[in-house]
Structure formats: C-alpha cells, structure tokens
C-alpha cells in the first residue's frame, strides 16, 4: 500500500528570525570533596573536540576558540585517537623549535607536527575515577603540571577516551573567575577555594 504525501506549505523566514541553540545545563557548583565524576566532561554526554592531523596549527587554534576549549582530541578517519593538541602547543615555544627543526615555516606546520602522540599522553582510568573527589583531580593535575587529563575506559582489547578534566571547568564549577590561563596562579586560585 502506497501512502500518498502531500507538500508541506512553504513560508518566507522574514526578518528579525533568530534560531535554537541546545539548552546548556549549568555545571553544578562543587567542593573538593565532590564526586569527581562530577567535574569531567563525559563524552557519552557531550561530544569530543576533534582535529585531523593534517589540519594546520592556526585552524586548530581557531577551532578551539569557537568550541571555548584549549585542548582537542586528534583523530583519523576511523576515530581513532592519534593525540592531542592544547593551546599552549600552538601558543608556545613549541612550533617555533619545530619550524627550526624541520624547515618549515609556521604556516606550513600541521597538528601532526606539534601535537602529543597518543602513545605519551598520560590518562587516567574510569575505575579510579569513579570513587576519587574533585580534590584527587585537582592534586593530580597539579602534580602532572597539566590543565586536562583524559579519561579512558576499557573494553578489554581497547581503550576508549571516555572523558576530560579541565582545570578551568574545575575552577568554574568550584566558583573561581577564571582571569587568566596561567597553569601556576589557577591552581593556587583552586587551592584557595578548597582550603589548602
């Protein structure tokens, strides 16, 4: 049986339309004795900032300012994590040393070229995460000197990113004005709040 459709009636936009953006849950606000899971970016909620290798440098920089983020993932066609690239690669000392190196010149660099290859990203494991609190996320990203650290789960052969932590998520859900990206003053900013 054949069902017959008919042509829905076409209208003009007009001015002064706006659009729908998603509705964007506030993080909730935390102590360091939160949950931690409280704190990360899961993507099974959310969706991952990704890059190809092949991008070059300022168009991952450009895409982070749009996304509001400092860090992406790096993935091939298959999604498959290759590394990843923050801010501080692109912004720092880093493409200078690798134009020098390789004699190229910075607009020629690619995400490939700067990036932290999976292999050295250093990530922590969904399992000690779920029992861990905001203040074992905060100690941990403060040893390590980072601003993210990745999240991974495993399905026995393969590791899955499963979610982020950010020091300034973590000083916006702890109530902190976020005035600078400097790892050292935001990290004494949330050791203040958390009454260390």
């Given at each position: 049986m054949d069902r017959i459709f008919t042509a829905?009636?076409?209208r003009e936009l007009g001015p002064r339309a706006g659009f729908r953006r998603p509705t964007q849950?506030?993080?909730?606000?935390?102590?360091?004795?939160s949950p931690a899971l409280g704190v990360m970016t899961d993507l099974t909620r959310a969706s991952s900032a990704t890059i190809r290798a092949q991008a070059p440098i300022e168009a991952a920089n450009?895409?982070?300012?749009a996304r509001g983020v400092r860090m992406?993932?790096?993935?091939?066609?298959?999604?498959e994590v290759l590394g990843?690239?923050?801010a501080t690669d692109i912004l720092g000392e880093k493409p200078?040393?690798?134009?020098?190196d390789r004699?190229?010149?910075?607009?020629e660099l690619t995400v490939g070229d700067i990036m932290t290859p999976a292999e050295h990203v250093e990530v922590l494991a969904l399992a000690d995460v779920e029992g861990a609190r905001v203040g074992h996320v905060v100690e941990t990203l403060k040893r390590?000197?980072?601003?993210?650290a990745l999240v991974v789960e495993s399905n026995g052969t393969r590791s899955m990113v499963r979610g982020i932590f950010s020091v300034s998520q973590i000083a916006r859900q702890l109530g902190l004005p976020l005035q600078t990206s400097e790892v050292a003053r935001t990290f004494a900013e949330i050791e203040a709040a958390l009454g260390h």
């Open positions: 829905l009636q076409i849950v506030l993080a909730a606000r935390v102590t360091s004795g450009q895409f982070m300012i992406l993932l790096v993935a091939d066609e298959r999604e990843v690239i923050t200078m040393r690798v134009s020098v004699g190229l010149t910075r607009a390590a000197g980072r601003q993210h």
